[in-house]
């Protein structure tokens, strides 16, 4: 996938959005669902279903990182209080 290809989709991915917030007559939770799922059906058709899930394990690989390093686990020398 080349630069533009990948700008393009990330433009469209955000106008939609919008779109999809000035526009939805549904609630905060709701609208958020729809979004959400049109992102990861975007990623995927831009990605192909094994990239997609390559890069969704890797993004909750980090997440769960980022939270223990928070919280001091998994950090040598690190005391528990």
Request: charged letters at 30%; a positive charge.
């Amino acid at each position: 996938m080349n630069k533009n290809t990948l700008l393009a989709f990330l433009g469209g991915v955000v106008a939609g959005g919008f779109t999809a917030l000035l526009l939805a007559p549904k609630n905060g939770e709701e609208t958020r669902k729809f979004i959400s799922d049109k992102v990861k059906e975007g990623v995927k058709s831009g990605l192909g279903e094994a990239q997609y899930e390559e890069l969704r394990s890797k993004i909750n690989d980090l997440k769960s990182d980022l939270k223990n390093s928070m919280t001091g686990k998994d950090t040598p020398g690190a005391e528990t209080v």
